[in-house]
């Protein structure tokens, strides 16, 4: 009767091979888990493969290369507890299969093609589309920026490349930017803790998140100027890169009100973070102060960052400045400001608080239109 060597590193238990092997590689120095299979032959090979596996994983972090599934799941892990991550684990989910065995360097609008073309197939929505993109650029800046192997390599060891969004066609709702008594009005109907933030909000400029999600740590003072900044990480932003918000003396004086509220995020109610300002009360006060219900204008919060962006060209404010303040996308602008730089922001920024020169020109156009 013939025999062969037995692999070691093999044990039955209930009629499934496990494995319970020494693995140099391994955390714990050992490879214990079910192969799930119950002939003995079929296990030997599902453990050689993955021995091959590891070893493999192993040379490619000791040489700083990472695939995309690897990256988007320590991702997870560092935002576990936004309420954000549920939403990115779904994209994630839906990427994986097309572009989770990649190399991080491989990732680029090239080899997003075929998820996008797939996306669209089922009917997703652009905006949906466009924000799973925003997940891939918020790993990958992850992956350049912040992550380091032992060795202190980057995951991704060149800069993240620009991924290319999709179009959004259609007739899209048109933005309301407030005037004084608007705002006025408004704000008189809000309940205190979304009147706070939405003080804020005209006053920097900030998209609806980036309010909600703004915390004490994100905090950098500026002791020559006697104030200080935010800066908002990567994953924050919508553009994928980290923005610097700067404080006017409306601005600043909520920040000082808000200070020692909540141990953590700024804006909070009831103890808990803020996790949206278009709720029912803001959408009761809207309403209740007059402002345009018909179809075709945009109802939400946005509306103040338009305000903000008003005015700041209302009051002369060039547009390289006001892009830096409303944290777009410029390739050119960083978080590395000097104080100087940042007090020629702050200035621009003080002047939407001047209710002579900060106005919304537009207004009469749709008010006019609305008659």
């Given at each position: 009767?013939?025999?062969?060597?037995?692999?070691?590193?093999?044990r039955?238990k209930?009629?499934?091979?496990?494995?319970d092997?020494?693995?140099?590689?391994?955390?714990?120095?050992?490879?214990?888990?079910?192969?799930g299979?119950?002939?003995?032959?079929?296990?030997?090979?599902?453990?050689?493969?993955r021995?091959?596996?590891?070893?493999?994983?192993?040379?490619?972090?000791?040489?700083?290369?990472?695939?995309?599934?690897?990256?988007?799941?320590?991702?997870?892990?560092?935002?576990?507890h936004?309420?954000?991550?549920?939403?990115?684990?779904?994209?994630?989910?839906?990427?994986?299969p097309?572009?989770?065995?990649?190399?991080?360097?491989?990732?680029?609008?090239?080899?997003?093609?075929?998820?996008?073309?797939?996306?669209?197939?089922?009917?997703?929505?652009?905006?949906?589309i466009?924000?799973?993109?925003?997940?891939?650029?918020?790993?990958?800046n992850?992956?350049?920026?912040?992550?380091?192997?032992?060795?202190?390599?980057?995951?991704?060891?060149?800069?993240?490349?620009?991924l290319t969004?999709?179009?959004?066609?259609?007739k899209?709702?048109?933005?309301?930017p407030?005037?004084?008594?608007?705002?006025?009005?408004?704000?008189?109907?809000l309940?205190?803790?979304?009147?706070?933030?939405?003080?804020?909000d005209?006053?920097?400029?900030?998209?609806?998140?980036?309010?909600?999600?703004?915390?004490?740590?994100?905090?950098?003072?500026?002791?020559?100027?006697?104030t200080?900044?935010?800066?908002?990480?990567?994953?924050?932003?919508?553009?994928?890169?980290?923005?610097?918000?700067?404080?006017?003396?409306?601005?600043f004086?909520?920040?000082?009100?808000?200070r020692?509220?909540?141990?953590?995020?700024?804006?909070?109610?009831?103890?808990?973070?803020?996790?949206?300002?278009?709720?029912?009360?803001?959408?009761?006060?809207?309403?209740?102060?007059?402002?345009p219900?018909?179809?075709?204008?945009?109802?939400?919060?946005?509306n103040?960052?338009?305000?903000?962006?008003?005015?700041?060209?209302?009051?002369?404010?060039?547009i390289?400045?006001?892009?830096?303040?409303?944290?777009?996308?410029?390739?050119?602008?960083?978080?590395?400001?000097s104080?100087?730089?940042?007090?020629e922001?702050?200035?621009?920024?003080?002047?939407?608080?001047?209710?002579?020169?900060?106005?919304?020109?537009?207004?009469?156009?749709?008010?006019?239109?609305?008659?």
């Open positions: 009767m013939s025999t062969r060597n037995k692999m070691p590193g093999l039955l209930g009629g499934i091979w496990q494995i092997k020494r693995c140099k590689h391994c955390e714990s120095g050992w490879l214990r888990e079910s192969t299979l119950s002939e003995r032959a079929e296990a030997e090979k599902h453990l050689i493969r021995l091959a596996e590891i070893e493999q994983l192993a040379q490619r972090k000791a040489q700083s290369v990472y695939t995309f599934e690897e990256a988007g799941l320590r991702y997870l892990e560092d935002i576990a936004k309420s954000s991550a549920d939403d990115a684990a779904m994209h994630l989910d839906q990427m994986f097309f572009i989770g065995h990649l190399m991080l360097e491989a990732v680029h609008d090239g080899t997003l093609a075929a998820f996008m073309q797939h996306e669209q197939d089922r009917g997703l929505a652009p905006k949906s466009n924000n799973a993109i925003g997940v891939i650029s918020a790993v990958l992850r992956a350049a920026r912040i992550w380091r192997n032992e060795q202190g390599t980057p995951w991704l060891r060149q800069a993240p490349p620009r969004r999709l179009q959004i066609k259609g899209q709702a048109k933005p309301y407030l005037s004084w008594a608007e705002q006025d009005r408004l704000f008189k109907k309940p205190a803790h979304l009147q706070s933030a939405a003080l804020f005209v006053n920097t400029g900030c998209r609806e998140q980036e309010v909600c999600q703004l915390r004490w740590d994100w905090e950098i003072q500026i002791p020559d100027l006697g200080s900044v935010f800066v908002l990480p990567t994953e924050v932003t919508k553009t994928g890169e980290e923005r610097i918000v700067v404080l006017n003396c409306v601005a004086r909520v920040i000082e009100k808000q020692g509220i909540h141990p953590s995020h700024v804006f909070s109610y009831r103890g808990n973070p803020l996790k949206k300002l278009r709720t029912s009360a803001w959408r009761r006060a809207w309403v209740a102060a007059g402002l219900e018909e179809k075709g204008f945009l109802k939400g919060v946005h103040l960052r338009h305000t903000f962006g008003r005015r700041l060209r209302a009051a002369g404010v060039v390289e400045t006001r892009k830096a303040l409303l944290g777009h996308a410029m390739g050119d602008i960083t978080t590395h400001y104080a100087a730089e940042i007090k922001l702050i200035d621009a920024a003080q002047k939407v608080t001047d209710r002579g020169i900060a106005q919304t020109p537009t207004l009469t156009l749709i008010k006019s239109r609305a008659a």
